[in-house]
């Protein structure tokens, strides 16, 4: 809705449709913002080698090609008026165990990606970032201009490149941003009443992430969450993290796309600004699924930094983003939504997967 110099309402601005290229549509939040992308009247094609996503991860209605970033050449035409780049491998632990297959996928695959669009003349790239560039954050609210001193080989990649992203705005004009996003979780329906129409949410298998593991033990199938660590320099011991919906976060990609002007790289991290620590988000979970979730108090997890709290202020300046399900029960109880639909699912057919329509 756009508004005029005095606060009148003048309807919902004109949207000239585009077509754009997903990487990675097929995983969690890929598929969210194709099907915002979907739901704005653009032509989405995904572009995912189903390596951790699902193909019926993918939003009914754009085109899917299964195939892998590294040859996005075969894939991309002038057709395309840009592209939302996140395949990507993403799971901390495993990028230190296994660095070589985080440097060939994120940063190889992303030369070759980069390499394509510039052979289609295609010049328009959201790219997504992450906290984990940061490292141990240096101020409490962690702003884009803060030293980046990743603590993972999974952040160096993503550092890597935001650097590359950088370097071709520089050199061949191309409009790009990174999104640095917190912790990602909720889930997305496309129908008018809560939880209802088709579903896309977290479903990562291995699952590493706190909110989707702690329902798991609501919903039985876990018996207890494991606390890494309460003897953090935190209120409660437990380490804090700033929690976004990821249907804000689709907002924030379609705000980018439009933001983004030719040879400059706009570099924006997404957060609520709001710290919860891991007690409050079990205690959240008991309220709104009414289990009582047991809980073991484990060892710290490598890597982790005590507080992780973002400062969105240049979001909401230059994207003029605003987040709309910053209150975490309402984050939690989306997932938990999302993660009954699944559950019931793979109940009824014995395999995960599905949109839960
Ligand atoms: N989920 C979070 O909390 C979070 C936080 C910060 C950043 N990110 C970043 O956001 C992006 C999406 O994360 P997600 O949680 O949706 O992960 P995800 O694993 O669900 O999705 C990633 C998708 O990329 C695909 N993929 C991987 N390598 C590919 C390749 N070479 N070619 C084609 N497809 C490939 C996978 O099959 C998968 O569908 C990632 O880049 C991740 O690093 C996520
Ligand atoms: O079983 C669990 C799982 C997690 N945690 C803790 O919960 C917090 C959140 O963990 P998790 O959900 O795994 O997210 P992060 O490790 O904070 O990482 C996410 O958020 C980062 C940005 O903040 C992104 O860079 C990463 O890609 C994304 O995975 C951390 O303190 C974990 O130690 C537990 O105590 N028990």
């Not at 739901?39 to 094609?45: P, W, Y």
């Not at 207890?224 to 990609?253: E, K, M, N, Q, W």
Request: some cysteine; glycine content about 12%.
């Amino acid at each position: 809705m756009s508004t005029t110099g005095n606060g009148t309402s003048t309807g919902p601005a004109a949207v000239r449709p585009r077509k754009y290229l997903v990487t990675g549509g097929a995983g969690y939040v890929g598929s969210v913002v194709a099907a915002h992308l979907l739901e704005a009247g653009h032509a989405v094609t995904v572009l995912d080698d189903l390596s951790t996503g699902f193909r019926a991860g993918v939003p009914e209605g754009a085109e899917f090609i299964e195939g892998r970033i590294q040859e996005a050449g075969r894939r991309l035409d002038s057709s395309y008026d840009g592209v939302l780049h996140f395949a990507a491998c993403s799971q901390v632990g495993e990028s230190v165990a296994d660095p070589d297959k985080y440097w060939r996928n994120n940063v190889g695959g992303t030369i070759e990606l980069l390499g394509a669009m510039r052979d289609a003349g295609v010049r328009r790239l959201v790219f997504s970032s992450t906290a984990a560039t940061y490292g141990e954050p240096v101020s409490e609210l962690v702003t884009e201009t803060d030293p980046t001193a990743p603590t993972s080989p999974y952040g160096a990649t993503k550092l890597a490149v935001d650097h590359m992203i950088t370097g071709e705005c520089r050199a061949h004009g191309l409009a790009a941003a990174s999104l640095r996003y917190f912790n990602v979780a909720g889930a997305h329906f496309t129908g008018t009443e809560p939880g209802s129409g088709a579903a896309y949410g977290e479903r990562h298998d291995p699952e590493s992430h706190l909110i989707p593991l702690v329902l798991q033990v609501a919903l039985g199938t876990r018996e207890a969450i494991s606390v890494y660590g309460d003897d953090y320099p935190t209120p409660d011991g437990t380490c804090v993290r700033d929690y976004i919906h990821v249907a804000d976060l689709a907002d924030a990609h379609l705000l980018a796309l439009d933001a983004a002007v030719e040879s400059e790289h706009l570099i924006c991290n997404l957060g609520n600004g709001n710290g919860f620590s891991v007690r409050e988000v079990i205690e959240t979970v008991r309220k709104v699924t009414g289990h009582p979730v047991p809980e073991i108090t484990a060892p710290r997890r490598g890597g982790d930094p005590a507080v992780l709290v973002a400062s969105a202020d240049r979001a909401r300046r230059l994207l003029g983003w605003t987040p709309r399900r910053a209150d975490l029960a309402e984050i939690v109880e989306d997932a938990w939504a999302f993660a009954r639909r699944e559950h019931g699912a793979a109940g009824a057919d014995g395999k995960q997967g599905g949109t839960g329509e």
